[in-house]
């Protein structure tokens, strides 16, 4: 599966933006997909994921209430909406794919990243 993520950009702290992820190939529905961010200087985190039928989601500590994963497999994409932005938001965020990436904890497919600076 090929993944192509968009929608970052320059938003000021408190803010607002969505991101999206759009996969090739015809069994999106066969994947869990997770959201990852890296900071400069910083290691890759973990920041949400959702099951292959959106019926279990699992966020970060650091952005729960203020993230939400979604996904819509009829056009093969999975969101992030991003409210309440705040300057240590700032990072690349890539989308992931996995059959089993909630449960396993890894994930073989990922795409290029798209970055979200927020400015205080």
């Known amino acids: 599966v090929q993944l192509q993520a968009c929608g970052g950009g320059l938003v000021q702290a408190g803010g607002s933006l969505r991101l999206s992820c759009a996969a090739s190939?015809?069994?999106?529905?066969?994947?869990?997909m997770g959201w990852f961010r890296q900071a400069p200087g910083k290691e890759r985190e973990f920041v949400a994921a959702?099951?292959?039928?959106?019926?279990?989601?699992y966020y970060a500590n650091s952005v729960k209430g203020r993230f939400t994963i979604s996904r819509d497999n009829a056009k093969n994409t999975v969101y992030l909406q991003m409210n309440s932005l705040k300057p240590e938001d700032t990072a690349v965020y890539y989308c992931?794919?996995?059959?089993?990436?909630?449960?396993?904890?890894?994930?073989?497919?990922w795409g290029h990243g798209t970055q979200v600076t927020v400015s205080s």
């Open positions: 190939g015809r069994t999106f529905s066969s994947y869990d």
């Open positions: 992931a794919a996995d059959p089993n990436g909630i449960p396993r904890g890894s994930w073989d497919y």
């Open positions: 959702i099951r292959r039928y959106g019926d279990y989601t």
